[in-house]
């Protein structure tokens, strides 16, 4: 589904990824984790075109991201920070996006009605407080049902409520087949959702693996005890994946 | 693109800075025109709060807004839609909005107060000047990461064309004065839109040769038609070069 190989970037002098390889599949929920700075955000915007690669080769579906725009059209994606235009409202925001993709006709508006934004319609941008703002950039990100969801801290600012809503939209469309990249700080969140995990760390790739390889290796149940281990241990647990 | 223009013009449209700007201009545009009898004397004042206040709050206005509207970018960007597009068509829309706000505020009072071909002019150059400040503004923007820095380089160019510029151009005159360097101040005069703008309007009124001395030379060398469409030529390349100039290093820029 998307291949990464030999990826890098460095801004000026800071090294944000050192050669990636990375080949995720259909199926997967992969977790992306590691320290702030350590080069998610700019993977993330990698696979979307939003910071150019140095050197290697991003293909989604075997469509390289680099000159053709279209491929596009299979991501949504959810980013970290929700700023819109202030005097957009809700309904003119999805409006917009829905005719900037005019390939997709069947909507899933299942998070919009779940999260009640349908009854805000009328109300901008600028009113919204954050947490509401990020629900709307989570049902942009699902409108169009995608083959490939990218999602940055998609729980982060949420209630309890919407944030478990989500939770349970991101395994069903993950049991759909559905490729899921997601961000997060909150392990806990995670727990269930990730079927692999993706390790960063100073722009190198640690490990990519599934999640029961991990919790074998390590002993451990829970998702953030694991990721505590390994980073206590690292070269040791590195050892029993490879 | 169209998309992206209209929906963005429906936020402008009702944004309140915007909005203010509009009514400063009409309350500045009937005050100076009710002022006296003579309309020529309206139409300079009118014209000198243009070259001030314009390119000002242009720059400033699209540079802030441009920082802002980086995550909406970026939200805009992870469609399927070419990155110049998505740039263009915010481009449009902002200046579409600051010159319909100058159209209504300057020029719907001089259309009922002041008609004529001067009137035309006057808006015509307000619009100009809209379109190149706001075209420098984006190449400050996909030029520069930081809002604050961008926003302090917004300031200094614009006080560059409206105060420095002509400043340097007296200093250059007195010290050449003993050579012919009319030519020279022609061509000079060429960098910088607001001059332009200036020359542009003084060729057609009666004026141009009380007004100044770049009035007076354009209309010796170019005479009022050649030099009016002088004039234009070169502003629409402070339009279109900036432009060129953002959508290539966009293309290449990281967000």
């Known amino acids: ?242 | 693109m169209k998309t992206i223009i209209k929906y963005v013009l429906l936020d402008l449209l009702r944004n309140r800075v915007i909005l203010f700007y509009t009514i400063i201009l009409a309350v500045l545009a009937v005050s100076v025109l009710g002022i006296d009898d003579n309309p020529t004397k309206g139409l300079l004042s009118l014209l000198n709060i243009t070259l001030l206040f314009v390119p000002l709050i242009t720059i400033l206005f699209s540079t802030i807004y441009f920082f802002n509207a980086i995550e909406f970018t970026e939200l805009l960007l992870s469609q399927p839609i070419k990155r110049n597009k998505v740039l263009l068509a915010e481009y449009s829309a902002l200046t579409v909005s600051l010159s319909t706000a100058y159209a209504v505020g300057i020029g719907i009072p001089l259309l009922l107060l002041v008609s004529g071909i001067e009137s035309f002019i006057l808006t015509l150059i307000g619009i100009l000047l809209t379109f190149v400040f706001s075209s420098l503004a984006l190449l400050i923007f996909v030029k520069f990461r930081d809002k604050t820095k961008g926003i302090g380089i917004a300031i200094a160019i614009a006080l560059f064309f409206t105060l420095l510029f002509d400043g340097f151009l007296l200093a250059f005159i007195y010290s050449f004065s003993d050579y012919p360097i009319d030519q020279a101040v022609v061509g000079i005069i060429a960098f910088n839109p607001i001059d332009l703008a200036r020359v542009l309007m003084l060729l057609h009124l009666d004026v141009a040769v009380l007004m100044g001395y770049s009035g007076a030379l354009f209309k010796k060398f170019l005479g009022s038609a050649t030099g009016s469409i002088f004039s234009i030529a070169c502003i629409m390349l402070w339009i279109i070069v900036p432009l060129l100039l953002s959508v290539r290093i966009f293309n290449r820029k990281d967000l």
């Open chain 1, 1 to 242: 589904m998307i291949k990464i190989e030999h990826l890098s970037k460095s801004f000026g002098k800071f090294a944000a990824l050192k050669d990636i390889n990375v080949h995720m599949r259909q199926g997967q929920a992969i977790s992306l984790l590691g320290p702030n700075g350590s080069g998610k955000t700019t993977l993330i915007k990698s696979i979307l075109g939003l910071v150019i690669p140095e050197k290697g080769n991003i293909t989604i579906n075997g469509q390289s991201v680099k000159r053709d725009w279209s491929y596009r059209s299979l991501i949504g994606y959810m980013p970290q920070i929700g700023h819109y235009p202030d005097n957009m409202t809700i309904d003119q925001v999805f409006a917009l996006i829905k005719e900037m993709r005019k390939d997709t006709h069947d909507y899933d508006e299942e998070l919009i009605r779940g999260f009640q934004l349908n009854k805000l319609g009328n109300k901008t941008m600028r009113s919204l407080s954050g947490g509401t703002r990020q629900k709307v950039s989570a049902s942009l990100a699902f409108l169009f049902s995608p083959s490939v969801y990218i999602l940055d801290e998609p729980t982060a600012g949420l209630d309890p409520v919407s944030s478990e809503l989500l939770k349970e939209k991101i395994l069903k469309e993950r049991e759909a087949g559905k490729l899921i990249l997601i961000t997060s700080h909150v392990l806990s969140d995670l727990e269930g959702i990730a079927s692999h995990i993706i390790y960063l760390q100073d722009g190198d790739l640690r490990f990519y693996s599934a999640v029961e390889e991990l919790q074998a290796a390590t002993g451990e149940e829970k998702l953030n005890k694991v990721i505590a281990h390994i980073m206590k241990n690292e070269s040791r647990v590195a050892k029993t994946i490879q």
